[in-house]
Every structure is written in C-alpha cells, then in structure tokens.
C-alpha cells in the first residue's frame, strides 16, 4: 500500500535540504510563511505499465507490486522564484541528492517547464513560479489475498468409432 506520509516527508526534506529556505506543503490551515518559501502540493499519481503479482504462498497470500509516477507540484515565492526552482532541479545532478531519494524509495523522473506565475499579492506583485517535478516509485500491497485453487475436476467424452469412453479426474 502506498504510504504518502513516507513520500510526503522524503519529498520534504530533499526539498528543505536542498532549497536552504522554508518549505510548506500546500492546503495546511496554517499562517503563510515569510517569504522567500516553497510550497508544495501532490498533483497526481499513475501507474505505469502492467504490475505484477506474486505466486501464492501455500495459504493463498502473496504480494501485488508495480512502478508508480507521482507527479508533485513546486510554488517559489519571493524574489528570484525561478532561480529557487531552478536550483532545485539542478541538484539532481547531486550524488548525495539521488541517494537521499533513492534510501526512501524515490527517484526524480522529470521536470516539466518552470513557469512564471507572479502575481499581485494585496498592492505589490509578489515575484512566484511553478514547476511540477514527476518521481517514480514501486508501490507494493503485501498480504494479499490472492485465493487457491483447492480442487480441479476434469470432466471429459472420448468418442470412438465403437464407444465411448468417460473420463472424470478430480485433483484436490
């Protein structure tokens, strides 16, 4: 199953790690920080390709695994917002940057175009930009049920030209 508060809290600290300012996540009913800051918002998740599913241990239980994107959304405020995000995406470059996703899980897919979306915030405008960033994952549900099959019955006519012959196999 997946966990959003482990990707949420990963995500978090790459982000405060590697930004140096202060990093909210979206949609908290909390006081705006001061600026500069970096607010952060889950956009979407899908998953990609098929998945895979796990032979049954002997009670019928096994695992449902498969690679999952998560696309998060980054918003800078303050001056130089581009800048933030832009840094940001540069350290991806970082060894020590992919192996504090990588030690959760995580690895930065993408980066979709930064945009600029400054804004008037009461009397001045307020310098901001987004970006979303796209991490992909394995999600895993372990403990699945997955059923057995306990009995086989095999029914079946064999027709010659001077008989016929019934055949019943039960397998269980």
Known sequence: MINFNTIDT??????V?????TV???????????????ALR?????????GFISDPDDSGIGKISGDR?????FQAYGNNAFGMLEDLWNVRLLDSSNELLR??????????????ITGLNDLEFEERASMDLSF?????????????????NIE?????????QNFNIDLT
């Open 42 to 50: 889950r956009q979407s998740l899908k998953a990609i390709g098929h």
């Open 136 to 152: 992909g994952f394995v999600s895993q549900n372990d403990n699945v049920d997955l059923g057995l099959i306990e009995t086989i």
């Open 10 to 15: 990963l995500i978090y600290t790459w982000t």
């Open 103 to 116: 030690a959760g899980g995580l690895t930065l897919v993408d980066q979709l175009a930064i945009l600029n």
């Open 69 to 73: 994107e998560i696309i998060v959304n």
């Open 24 to 38: 909210d996540w979206q949609n908290q009913n909390c006081p705006k920080s001061d600026l500069p800051y970096i």
């Open 17 to 21: 790690t590697y930004s140096g300012i």
């Open 156 to 164: 079946n006519n064999v027709k010659e030209p001077d008989k016929t």
